[in-house]
């Protein structure tokens, strides 16, 4: 984290309490817009986003959070192309509502709504930050159990928060779609949930997805890492990791996967990531 990121959440931290909430949110959309224009806390998964995309395509942004991704997938569907961003905790999606304005995102619509495998309303747990302000990033189903062996390393909050949010099926709930090309996925360990409500757009369109994999997540909701590759691998999915030498390669073994981004990459989809891609 650079130094001026780092002042900004010291400062955000000391304001929160002496804020109300549309102040608070208008701040935070402000500091957010900055670090992505900056690209600070930029993924370095960003780097497949403009080899991965066309210029009219179709991409989903499931748990947009402050629109890190958002952004950049705008940029590259283009005037022509369109972005679906889901965010279902109320205060992120003002937030992300904000951020789009101030960059003038007019091919994204923005759903405030959770992804799982069937349409309904659950609750959704956020931690609360020391300084009161909300942990949106992550925000998690609530049926998702922490209380177990590893909860020392993984759950690194004190305090919990709930809201009731919609979810929808992916299959259910968007316009039928042409040319859904990406799909970046990072809901904090529901992620098999999700892709269960978009089998029939998977199956069609073999995007690419960029999915954060926290095996520890994946337990607390009774789905085992393997349930997750499998779901991609029987489909003819190459499971990679995007290398700090800015190559895809393909993960080894179940046993070296551990919480970080990976990307699946259909056959159908390789040839414009063959820049990335190792020898396989």
């Known amino acids: ?37 900056r690209g600070n806390s930029a993924e370095p998964e960003l780097d ?20 890190f991704y958002t952004y950049p997938l705008s940029k590259a569907v283009g005037t022509s192309g369109q972005v679906y961003a889901f965010e279902p905790v109320p205060f992120t999606f003002r937030v992300l509502v904000i951020v789009c304005r101030l960059f003038r995102l007019r091919n994204v619509t923005l759903v405030r709504k959770g992804c799982s495998n069937r349409a309904g309303r659950v609750t959704f747990t956020i931690p609360v930050q020391s300084s009161g302000a909300l942990g949106t990033g992550q925000a998690y189903i609530g049926v998702r159990n922490d209380d177990r062996p590893g909860a020392e390393t993984q759950v690194r909050w004190h305090k919990t928060t709930c809201v009731e949010c ?18 970046k996925c990072d809901i904090e360990g529901a992620e098999l949930l999700a892709l269960h409500g978009a089998v029939r757009l998977v199956d069609q369109h073999h995007p690419t997805v960029i999915c954060e994999i926290n095996p520890w997540f994946l337990d607390g909701f009774g789905i085992r890492l393997e ?28 046993e070296t996967v551990n919480e970080d981004n990976y990307v699946f990459i259909h056959p159908d989809r390789q040839l414009p990531l063959r820049p990335l891609m190792d020898a396989d």
């Open 48 to 67: 497949i986003v403009p080899l991965a995309v066309d210029l009219g395509d179709e991409v989903l942004d499931l748990g947009a959070n402050y629109g």
């Open 227 to 254: 349930d997750l590759v499998t779901f991609f691998t029987d489909r003819g999915y190459g499971f990679y990791r995007y290398t700090d030498g800015k190559q895809l390669v393909r993960v080894p073994s179940l």
């Open 166 to 183: 919609d979810v929808v099926s992916l299959d259910d709930y968007l316009p039928p779609l042409t040319r859904l090309s990406l799909i």
């Open 1 to 37: 984290m650079g130094a001026n990121s780092f002042l900004r959440r010291v400062v955000k931290a000391a304001l929160y309490p002496f804020l109300n909430e549309d102040n608070y949110i208008y701040l935070q959309a402000i500091a957010k817009a900055n670090d992505i224009w």
